[in-house]
């Protein structure tokens, strides 16, 4: 990314800036721009910004508006906002969106600041501003009909984006027309009600109809991760009854070459709100001899459709009862990933860890909301991750049970090792506690209900 270059004020053009109240005489803030979602045609638009400050005063950011106009799509089913990453810290930025009538835009993205973003001084700039929005259905957005779009990935002046403080147009041309109507906030309220999966695995093996219907894969076939030429076995993917109710069993196998790993994943279309899994990890094998390095896991997952593809998302709950990955024994990983590359290996992420024994039943969660990823075990706070590793694009539910590569122990002897899941649980746009989702689930059980999917 260039150098940042400071605009006086006057390079500004008189298009470009508007006249301003004696009381911000002063004030002369420009809006650098660049995207980093450069097609006509895009799922999510990127609008990056910084600001700098190239007048005499230091102007508070909360007094600061950013206004980037668009066309909204057919049909209209409203927009979704989020801040990706933020120099400023994205818990300091909001987004709202607003209306217009009448000229070359009929909506616009409203960009402010909480008090936690601090002043922008003489001379200065905002930093990186890294945001995102989308429709809610995640239908298409046609972006070059977009007043305000520009497909430049290298910061530059923008006239087609405005800045505000207050009432005073600091910076740029509006696109015209009758003056906003309305303005409608990006969050949710809680909804007790609101949208929601949860499956009990109350099924009878992993050829049921049922799984499928309701939107499961239990994985076959061969490739990543694991051991070299493994194969993932839906066969060993079963649904006993254990301590009174029905659990999905992952049981992978291993002979020190050959490997039978199992995986049961969920189709791609969960994003923001809270996730939970009651899980049980074991930390020997039901038989043979211990000492493999395997990984439990419960995890949420976007496909990686290039190396460093900027809309990769992962979100991982990683048992690890004989260690690997450099560490000699029991460990737990909540890992959230920006992105990666397979070759060379490069990892763009950010990690937590316990090292000790999980063994036996576990309540996890994790809450995806306000730029925030939070991870729960037995209700206790274990990770806070959040700015530009906070995920981009809808998401699959995961389980899976695999042995690293390299890290089976070189006995012959075959052995299998176990995980239990009973249950799993999410609740769209709502942030819940963990005793929210015990309160859930308890009341689905209680109501006899053993799958539900309204997502």
């Not at 600091?170 to 906030?185: E, F, V």
């Not at 439990?296 to 990955?325: C, K, R, S, V």
Request: charged content about 20%; some cysteine; hydrophobic content about 35%.
């Amino acid at each position: 990314m260039r150098a940042l270059i400071a605009v006086s004020c006057a390079a500004l053009t008189a298009a470009a800036l508007a006249v301003a109240p004696s009381a911000f005489a002063a004030d002369a803030i420009t809006a650098q721009y660049r995207t980093s979602a450069t097609g006509a045609t895009t799922d999510q638009a990127e609008p990056w910004f910084k600001l700098v400050n190239s007048g005499t005063t230091t102007v508070p950011l909360p007094d600061v508006k950013i206004r980037y106009y668009f066309r909204g799509e057919t049909p209209d089913v409203g927009y979704r906002f989020a801040c990706s990453w933020a120099v400023r810290g994205c818990g300091n930025v909001i987004g709202t969106f607003g209306t217009l009538t009448g000229g070359t835009a009929d909506r616009y993205l409203e960009v402010g600041f909480t008090a936690g973003a601090g002043t922008l001084a003489p001379g200065s700039d905002s930093g990186d501003l890294q945001l995102r929005f989308w429709r809610t259905n995640w239908g298409p957005i046609t972006q070059s009909d977009d007043y305000s779009f520009r497909g430049d990935s290298t910061y530059s002046p923008w006239s087609k984006v405005t800045v505000h403080r207050g009432s005073a147009l600091l910076w740029g041309t509006p696109p015209g027309g009758s003056p906003p109507t309305t303005t409608t906030t990006t969050s949710n309220p809680p909804n007790p009600d609101g949208p929601a999966l949860f499956d009990d695995f109350s099924y009878t093996s992993s050829s049921d109809s049922r799984i499928g219907q309701r939107g499961w894969t239990v994985r076959s076939g061969g490739g990543g991760p694991g051991v070299p030429g493994a194969e993932w076995d839906p066969s060993r993917v079963t649904f006993p009854t254990v301590d009174g109710s029905k659990v999905m069993r992952l049981d992978s196998w291993n002979n020190g070459s050959a490997a039978k790993q199992t995986e049961m994943y969920h189709q791609r279309k969960f994003f923001e709100g809270t996730y939970a899994a009651r899980v049980k990890f074991s930390d020997a094998p039901v038989f043979g001899p211990d000492g493999d390095h395997v990984v439990q896991t419960f995890f949420t997952i976007t496909p990686l459709n290039a190396p460093m593809d900027p809309n990769y998302g992962e979100i991982d709950f990683e048992y690890l009862p004989n260690g690997g990955w450099g560490e000699p024994a029991n460990i737990m990983f909540e890992t959230t990933w920006e992105t990666y590359q397979a070759d060379p290996w490069v990892a763009d992420n950010i990690h937590n860890e316990q090292r000790i024994s999980y063994a036996g039943w576990h309540d996890l969660v994790f809450q995806v909301g306000g730029g925030r990823v939070k991870y729960y075990i037995d209700g206790v706070l274990v990770a806070d991750h959040g700015d530009r590793y906070y995920p981009e694009t809808p998401m699959s539910i995961n389980f899976n049970l695999w042995f690293i590569s390299g890290g089976l122990q070189g006995s012959s002897t075959e052995r299998a090792y176990q995980q239990e899941v009973d249950y799993v649980y999410f609740a769209k746009d709502r942030v819940l506690s963990p005793a929210q989702v015990r309160t859930a689930v308890q009341n689905y059980r209680a109501s006899g209900v053993e799958h539900v999917d309204n997502v």
